[in-house]
């Protein structure tokens, strides 16, 4: 690929980030100790920023140096076949499995997750983080205690609750599958 095309892609994806993230070429310029001139110029391809630069400005915009230099890797929509599932799930340290669906769309509002869980396997856990989260039952059933309160979640159940609360999953069928999407 031809410098000039890197360029254009580089400015075209830091734009993107910056106006996705509702942030002022101001309060770019001002986190990476820049001039809101050169911000300006690099976006519109005046400008390839050195190195240096990149890292600030990835650091800055919560992405990898290479996600602004690449032109598929900021994009607007994801398909996820069936096979890439259950061929990529992960297993954690709390004894589950776990895929995370469109990894390549940037700033998303939500994260859906795919869990998959063994009886037996899963530790005895109990988390809490910012937001809200969605769980519906795709095959077989768990216990979900969130907060105080315990819940049995069968095959096409499922639960909507604050994430700020203590929250955990146990498999009560031998085996459990889950769509759960964090907002």
């Known amino acids: 690929m031809k410098d000039s095309r890197k360029q254009s892609i580089v400015g075209l994806n830091i734009k993107q980030l910056r106006i996705s993230q509702k942030?002022?070429?101001?309060?770019?310029?001002d986190q990476c100790e820049m001039s809101k001139s050169m911000i300006s110029k690099i976006e519109n391809n005046k400008a390839l920023p050195?190195?240096?630069?990149?890292v600030k400005i990835a650091s800055v915009l919560g992405v990898k140096v290479s996600d602004l230099m690449e032109s598929d890797t900021l994009i607007s929509s994801e398909m996820t076949l069936a096979l890439e599932v259950e061929g990529n799930l992960t297993k954690t340290n709390k004894g589950y499995s776990i895929y995370p669906f469109a990894p390549k769309v940037h700033q998303k509002k939500m994260q859906p997750f795919i869990f998959t869980a063994v009886k037996g396997e899963v530790k005895k856990h109990s988390l809490t983080h910012d937001g809200e989260e969605f769980l519906y039952v795709l095959e077989g059933s768990l216990k979900i205690k969130v907060g105080r309160v315990e819940y049995l979640l069968k095959e096409g159940d499922s639960i909507y609750f604050s994430s700020l609360e203590p929250?955990?999953?146990?498999p009560e069928s031998d085996f459990v599958k889950y769509l759960d999407i964090f907002v």
Do not use: E, N, V, W
């Open 23 to 29: 942030r002022t070429l101001q309060d770019l310029a």
């Open 50 to 54: 050195s190195i240096a630069a990149l």
């Open 167 to 170: 929250h955990g999953i146990i």
